[in-house]
């Protein structure tokens, strides 16, 4: 159930902020210039910029459209945040929204764009029809790239555990970061050297690591609190209200105003914020961290002590 569950799942970056509000943007472009070559060869396509009446019912209805796919991409975006969409749901979500602008299209047109001898049924049909030709291009477009960069980012996130396979299994504090999705389902391990800071994005979090001296990014579906909770016990610590970073990778803390701020040590990472409500939580982290560093240190100084005078000891006998 759990795998027929996962090959519906919808690519996690089409539901992003940044992809959905990208879209309509491309939608318009895409449409403009779909219905410039359309219109000529239409009986029921009267979209023209050749005078101001025709030029000013064009541009009102794609004001109207446009604003349409942007209320339903921001409700589509809420929506996600309370629940998770998969691809079905995404698809008839899409088909919702062709048949509305298609409904408005044939309104607008049997209302304002006079005469019209083509009936109702008929205007709505090759509405329904142009507008999926409109849509469709551009969504199917979106949602492969979309796959393209969940593909690649899984790709880099493997190569970097392979990576892990090849290093000493000596590891201080902690060992290895071990992180869940929204399923429980394990998606990816970290070593604690190279987990650098996570980003909260609504149902997803932004897990920045270092790979091969390169700074790279993973999308989780979890929530923040969810990891919080599961990282409790590792070197993760909550700073602020979107953002975790790891102690292991503090460089030092600044002030800027009244405001805080966490260099880390990787110099290609903007300085993170500080709340002041997480601060001490913060400072309790570092110094526990700290404290168990030179725990260690003083453990490998006895041990190599006492291996230095058991060698001694040896050549004397």
């Known amino acids: 159930m759990a795998k027929l569950h996962k090959n519906y799942e919808i690519p996690k970056f089409i539901l992003d902020i940044r992809y959905l509000l990208g879209s309509v943007l491309f939608i318009l472009t895409f449409s403009i210039l779909f219905m410039l070559i359309y219109t000529p060869f239409s009986s029921t396509a009267w979209f023209s910029f050749n005078d101001a009446e025709h030029s000013g019912m064009t541009v ?19 929506v996600q945040n309370r629940t998770n969409i998969n691809i079905v749901q995404y698809l008839l979500w899409v088909v919702a929204e062709i048949i509305i602008i298609s409904l408005f299209y044939t309104y607008f047109t049997c209302v304002f764009i006079t005469p019209f001898e083509t009936n109702f049924w008929n205007i709505l049909f090759k509405a329904f029809g142009c507008i999926l030709l409109i849509m469709v291009i551009p969504y199917t477009m979106i949602i492969l790239y979309a796959a393209y960069q969940s593909k690649n980012e899984e790709l880099q996130m493997l190569q970097y555990e392979m990576s892990l396979t090849n290093q000493p299994s000596t590891v201080t504090y902690p060992s290895l970061i071990n992180l869940y999705d929204y399923n429980g389902t394990l998606k990816l391990t970290i070593n604690s050297d190279s987990l650098y800071y996570m980003e909260s994005q609504d149902n997803y979090v932004k897990i920045y690591y270092e790979n091969q001296g390169r700074l790279q990014s993973y999308m989780l579906r979890c929530r923040t609190k969810t990891i919080e909770e599961n ?28 405001a805080r701020y966490i260099v880390l040590t990787n110099n290609d990472i903007k300085p993170i914020p500080v709340s002041k409500s997480y601060f001490k939580n913060l400072v309790e982290k570092i110094d526990k961290y700290n404290a168990t560093v030179l725990s260690n240190s003083g453990q490998m100084a006895d041990l190599a002590m006492e291996g230095t005078e058991t060698t001694a000891t040896s050549q004397a006998e």
């Open 231 to 258: 990282l409790a016990n590792t070197s993760m610590v909550r700073c602020h209200r979107s953002y975790m970073v790891n102690v292991v990778n503090v460089n030092h803390i600044r002030k800027g105003g009244k």
């Open 60 to 78: 009102a209805f794609f004001l109207v459209a446009v604003s349409f796919i942007l209320i339903s991409k921001l409700a589509m975006y809420a």
